[in-house]
């Protein structure tokens, strides 16, 4: 039972204040929260070169002024579904990962599987980038990486969930996991802005700085700390003792069919598809779409397209931690969900239609989009995923949610890894025919969700607490 406790509560070794034996739970919890951010932050930071380099790798913009000569194989006329299918092979592999991963990181101990992921990530990105410098043009080369690549990856998420799912109760679940989840966002804007920022350098330079791994060599020695910490809290803290007899009956892992067979899991699982599909396309493709789409009529630089894409994650962060909150105080997941679905397509639409106007409209409305399309996303990929794995029907078993957030995550990522793809052979015919693709999608992903909405409207005129937002079979 402890040693379960350790493999879930990392801690900062490099500060000795920290490794004090009077620690209370809540120390953990925040500790726990910052290192798993830290983590995943990195994790998304060095999934941003690939879309930041886009513009520079593939065929060149007909309307800008600029040489831009691209590096082959992906300059030539059928660039961009080059670009498409290297994104589709990061994110596959991704999505084929996250079921084994989620698997494995219920049976063994989080702290070093995810050490190992963030490591592995690192170093293959750094790969990716050399490709720059030893003059290399080969389509499989890329590919490769990308594969291995994603696999590593994969780690990530299952493990950070886990983790903090287990460590944060129920209460105001939804805001907490949304602020939390901001990692994602904060992840997406420091790559964007780090990539960016060395592309005039050569585009090798962008996968070299924004690389996880470094900030795992603490996470190695943080369980220490805490170990010893638990040990001499346990018999002094009530609050503490109460947190671990709860886990005393939830040590069994839950298998993967009988997961997927959980009240929620499969509508979210579908609904996320499509979310991601949404969320991931934007985070591939945004820069390139701003890179050759006008605005006010001047082309934006490639590093000036980079930069301004950060807007739809800082609406993301919003997003995340609105729907969070909202669906605390509603206690209607679903319900918010569809909600912010419901509103990114009329958001979408204006985009497409007024976001060249004005530098000022763009900002405002990719703001708008990013909110609507990452709310649900962000809520689904943590709240809803940890409500779904510790939910009454399997007692509150810990060690069922990383099975789930796999689940949930890996059949999104499916969707994830669709949708750049279909993005870059779309785009040939015109980027309205994007934009039709990604509401469509939209539309599908609250459908998944209706059922399930309608059941927590129910709850809600009957005076009923919606003590989870799934029907129970």
Not at 1 to 24: C, D, E, I, W, Y
Not at 151 to 164: D, H, N, R
Request: hydrophobic residues 50%; contains cysteine.
């Amino acid at each position: 039972m402890q040693s379960r406790l350790v493999g879930l509560a990392p801690a900062f070794s490099l500060f000795p204040n920290l490794n004090t034996p009077h620690k209370t739970f809540t120390f953990h919890q925040i500790l726990v929260l910052i290192v798993t951010f830290i983590a995943y932050a990195s994790f998304h930071a060095s999934r941003k070169p690939p879309s930041i380099v886009k513009s520079v790798l593939g065929p060149p913009s007909l309307n800008s002024s600029s040489i831009d000569n691209g590096w082959a194989p992906f300059n030539g006329t059928q660039g961009t579904k080059r670009l498409g299918e290297l994104d589709l092979a990061f994110l596959s592999s991704y999505a084929l990962g996250m079921y084994f991963a989620g698997h494995l990181g219920d049976r063994i101990d989080l702290r070093y599987f995810l050490v190992f992921g963030m490591m592995g990530s690192g170093i293959l990105t750094v790969v990716f980038g050399l490709g720059y410098w030893m003059n290399v043009h080969l389509l499989w080369v890329y590919m490769s990486v990308q594969i291995v690549c994603g696999l590593f990856q994969s780690i990530g998420w299952p493990c950070v969930v886990s983790v903090v799912g287990n460590w944060c109760g129920k209460e105001k679940r939804g805001l907490i996991m949304g602020v939390w989840n901001s990692h994602t966002s904060v992840g997406n804007i420091l790559g964007s802005v780090i990539a960016s920022s060395v592309l005039d350098f050569g585009w090798g330079w962008s996968f070299v700085l924004p690389e996880p791994g470094k900030e795992m060599e603490i996470e190695m020695s943080l369980g220490e700390n805490v170990e010893e910490s638990l040990r001499k809290q346990e018999a002094e803290d009530a609050v503490l003792l109460e947190n671990v007899d709860e886990l005393d009956d939830s040590l069994f892992a839950i298998g993967f069919l009988e997961a997927w067979r959980l009240p929620g899991v499969a509508p979210y699982a579908f609904c996320l598809f499509f979310s991601k599909l949404v969320a991931y396309t934007f985070l591939y493709w945004l820069p390139y779409y701003l890179r050759h789409t006008a605005v006010a009529g001047v082309n934006l630089s490639h590093k000036t397209a980079g930069i301004l894409s950060t807007v739809f994650d800082i609406g993301g962060v919003l997003g995340g931690i609105s729907a969070g909150f909202i669906s605390d105080k509603i206690k209607a997941r679903a319900l918010t969900s569809i909600t912010f679905l419901a509103l990114s397509i009329p958001a979408l639409i204006m985009y497409r239609i007024y976001g060249s106007v004005s530098m000022f409209i763009n900002i405002v409305l990719m703001f708008i989009s990013g909110l609507l399309v990452n709310g649900p996303y962000a809520l689904i990929t943590t709240a809803v995923a940890a409500d779904l794995g510790t939910q009454d029907s399997i007692k509150g078993n810990g060690r069922a949610l990383a099975t789930v957030t796999a689940i949930i995550d890996g059949t999104g990522s499916v969707g994830a890894a669709l949708g750049p793809l279909l993005a870059g052979y779309i785009s040939s015919r015109g980027w309205n025919s994007v934009f039709f693709m990604l509401i469509v999608s939209i539309f599908f992903a609250g459908l998944f969700l209706v059922r399930l909405a309608k059941v927590e409207i129910n709850k809600m005129r009957s005076g009923e607490s919606i003590a989870s937002s799934v029907p129970q079979s």
